[in-house]
């Protein structure tokens, strides 16, 4: 299984290398989905292959019934996501189209290397040994006589996530959600420094610095980019405001916060330029409000349309509505139990609960997660 993953990682890095296309944040959390449904493959395969030894097969009819009644449910699950991987391409923007790019590529390559490489590692094996073991002795009945009545509890369940679900609905009424530069609008800098600094100081000197009409507009997001020396600062300060005038008030704000971190006397000329000074601002990336909420409306769309494609394949491949029924309404409550716990919680965390691209690309690989097991089920 490792070296089908490994492989599977080499195979999906030469086809984006040969399309040329970005790894972005969420694109990398597509690798990570297919990692994980390629592990997901293996895992199902084993299972079945154990149950036909159980039954008393031989090793090698074992392997072969094994893998044939795997791959129904191996290739259901991974077609529902491959929809919604195409739907995401189609209907999604920026950041959606990174995610759906790496997963539909990577859930082909994962395909063949679940079903195929380990097929070929586990048939050379039996053939130079003669035998091969699925389990130790004391897993080999592990689960299968485990028992747990989930719907006799389903009245706890119904109020744990009633409870969540009108908590989460009154606090996106009332309180919102921490929206990130890329669905508001604002201005990303690279600032680099003279000397190695932590994003924590950087931080705390811009503290305070930038106050806005709210706390959401004043805050500022601070990461490590690339070189120890080098910080990404993303504000909201001003978000709506265009303008070169705004833009230079911003950089002016940086300067006087993150002056005291260099170790010489820069000056505002340049710190703003690179030109005169290697230190300072490196880059800079306005997003307007217009290409901002294109933004939103694109990943809205693009999930409706995704959860619609799949219930329509689910009603197609089971032929009942009420299937497609179930794990539509299974889906939308995962994730919207995810953006309630955002919305209830972002002011009182210590840590960041921003809805940028890192969010969008995890709540799509819930969604991935989600329709994959109970597709499986089905």
């Given at each position: 299984a490792d070296l089908a993953l490994i492989l599977n990682i080499?195979?999906?890095?030469?086809?984006?290398?040969?399309?040329?296309?970005?790894?972005?944040?969420?694109?990398?959390?597509?690798?990570?989905?297919?990692?994980?449904?390629?592990?997901?493959?293996?895992?199902?395969?084993?299972?079945?292959?154990?149950?036909?030894?159980?039954?008393?097969?031989?090793?090698?009819?074992?392997?072969?019934?094994?893998?044939?009644?795997?791959?129904?449910?191996?290739?259901?699950?991974?077609?529902?996501?491959?929809?919604?991987?195409?739907?995401?391409?189609?209907?999604?923007?920026?950041?959606?189209?990174?995610?759906?790019?790496?997963?539909?590529?990577?859930?082909?390559?994962?395909?063949?290397?679940?079903?195929?490489?380990?097929?070929?590692?586990?048939?050379?094996?039996v053939e130079k040994r003669g035998k091969m073991a699925f389990s130790f002795k004391w897993s080999e009945n592990l689960l299968t006589g485990f028992h747990f009545d989930f719907i006799g509890k389903r009245k706890f369940a119904y109020i744990t996530s009633g409870i969540i679900i009108l908590a989460g609905v009154l606090s996106l009424a009332f309180h919102g959600l921490n929206y990130g530069v890329e669905f508001t609008g604002g201005r990303t800098f690279v600032v680099r420094f003279d000397k190695n600094v932590s994003a924590e100081q950087v931080r705390e000197a811009l503290d305070g610095a930038f106050v806005g009409a709210d706390a959401a507009t004043s805050s500022v997001e601070v990461k490590q980019y690339g070189k120890e020396n080098q910080m990404r600062i993303v504000t909201q300060y001003k978000y709506d405001d265009t303008s070169?005038?705004?833009?230079?008030?911003?950089?002016?704000?940086?300067?006087?916060?993150?002056?005291p971190l260099y170790g010489?006397?820069?000056?505002?000329?340049?710190?703003?330029?690179?030109q005169s000074d290697n230190n300072g601002i490196?880059?800079?990336?306005?997003?307007?409000?217009?290409?901002a909420k294109d933004m939103t409306t694109g990943a809205i769309f693009s999930l409706l349309f995704a959860l619609v494609a799949i219930g329509l394949y689910i009603v197609f491949r089971f032929r009942k509505w009420q299937w497609a029924a179930g794990a539509t309404i299974a889906l939308v409550h995962d994730a919207f139990m995810i953006i309630a716990m955002f919305s209830l919680f972002y002011a009182i965390m210590p840590f960041n609960l921003e809805i940028d691209q890192a969010f969008i690309a995890a709540i799509l690989t819930i969604i991935g997660y989600s329709i994959n097991d109970t597709v499986v089920i089905f």
């Amino acid at each position: 299984a490792d070296l089908a993953l490994i492989l599977n990682i080499f195979l999906l890095m030469g086809v984006l290398v040969s399309f040329g296309a970005v790894l972005t944040l969420p694109g990398i959390a597509g690798i990570v989905l297919t990692m994980g449904m390629a592990v997901d493959a293996n895992v199902i395969i084993y299972e079945r292959i154990k149950e036909e030894l159980r039954a008393g097969k031989g090793i090698h009819a074992a392997i072969k019934d094994g893998y044939s009644n795997a791959y129904s449910a191996i290739i259901d699950g991974n077609l529902t996501t491959i929809i919604t991987g195409i739907v995401l391409f189609i209907f999604g923007n920026g950041p959606v189209q990174g995610f759906a790019t790496t997963l539909v590529i990577g859930i082909l390559t994962s395909m063949f290397s679940a079903i195929f490489i380990t097929r070929l590692l586990i048939e050379r094996i039996v053939e130079k040994r003669g035998k091969m073991a699925f389990s130790f002795k004391w897993s080999e009945n592990l689960l299968t006589g485990f028992h747990f009545d989930f719907i006799g509890k389903r009245k706890f369940a119904y109020i744990t996530s009633g409870i969540i679900i009108l908590a989460g609905v009154l606090s996106l009424a009332f309180h919102g959600l921490n929206y990130g530069v890329e669905f508001t609008g604002g201005r990303t800098f690279v600032v680099r420094f003279d000397k190695n600094v932590s994003a924590e100081q950087v931080r705390e000197a811009l503290d305070g610095a930038f106050v806005g009409a709210d706390a959401a507009t004043s805050s500022v997001e601070v990461k490590q980019y690339g070189k120890e020396n080098q910080m990404r600062i993303v504000t909201q300060y001003k978000y709506d405001d265009t303008s070169e005038a705004t833009t230079e008030e911003v950089e002016t704000i940086l300067y006087n916060a993150l002056k005291p971190l260099y170790g010489y006397d820069i000056t505002l000329d340049g710190f703003r330029s690179t030109q005169s000074d290697n230190n300072g601002i490196v880059s800079a990336d306005k997003i307007g409000p217009a290409i901002a909420k294109d933004m939103t409306t694109g990943a809205i769309f693009s999930l409706l349309f995704a959860l619609v494609a799949i219930g329509l394949y689910i009603v197609f491949r089971f032929r009942k509505w009420q299937w497609a029924a179930g794990a539509t309404i299974a889906l939308v409550h995962d994730a919207f139990m995810i953006i309630a716990m955002f919305s209830l919680f972002y002011a009182i965390m210590p840590f960041n609960l921003e809805i940028d691209q890192a969010f969008i690309a995890a709540i799509l690989t819930i969604i991935g997660y989600s329709i994959n097991d109970t597709v499986v089920i089905f």
